[in-house]
């Protein structure tokens, strides 16, 4: 998967994660890829809702180890 | 024919007067408490619904009015003099609605939620700010406790209002809390 920009949302707490997520994806490019890693495990559930809302796609969601990853492809 | 065009034109009328009348995408909050606590809720909640693009305005009153003061040096009556002295100047001044146990509590939960990266409320009124969260505050409440505009929070989305205000806010919005 070709991703066009990375965020890194280790060790941060709700309501963080997403409002780092809507802030990346705001200026990036529609069709673009954003791959984020998080701590959060309020993220699992999180990031998937934010999705629906907003009309973007999460392409996928992966889960190692106490880190969670999401591929998020801009609308 | 007439008649069928002339109930598409009602009809057409009917539609945009029922568009007119549904919510937005808007949550109107009242935030009544001054807790540490509840007012941290509050602010999580508003800052992920902006994040999720849902316009946010919340409406302090009572407590939640004390809680947005900061220190100022202004000239009282008796009875603003006792309020003020006895009211938080300050996040940094709330507590907790529970456990607060002569202010261990608070420490506490402050030192934990530091530790797991939990914004500060501080931090969380810079975030609210940055995504246009409007923030109305009662002004009855202001008038009863004897506060003035010099002494709160400094906000740019911050206006006095009354409950008509909060009322028409609330009437457009999907979503309505009270915290």
Known sequence: MQVDQSLDCKGL?????????????????SGEVLEMIGTDPG???????????TGNILLEQTEDGGAF??????? | MKDIQKQIEELQKQVELLKK????????????SGSLDKIIAAFIIATGAAAMG???TMFFTFWGTAALRKKAKIKKNFSSRMFGFMLPTGFNKLKLSNMNMAGMGTLMMKGLMKKKGVLSLNEMLEISEESDVKIFICEMSMDLMG???????DYKNLEYCGVAKFLAEAHESRNTLFI
Request: aromatic content about 8%; glycine content about 2%.
């Open chain 1, 13 to 29: 707490s709700c309501p963080m994660p997403i409002i780092k997520l809507a802030k990346t994806v705001k200026k990036m490019n």
């Open chain 1, 43 to 53: 993220s699992k559930t999180d990031v998937p809702a934010w999705c629906g809302k």
């Open chain 1, 69 to 75: 990853k999401f591929y998020i492809k801009k609308k």
């Open chain 2, 21 to 32: 009348d549904q919510p937005k995408d808007k949550l109107s909050m009242i935030v009544f």
């Open chain 2, 54 to 56: 849902t316009e946010v």
């Open chain 2, 147 to 153: 506060m003035q505009p010099e002494e709160m929070v």
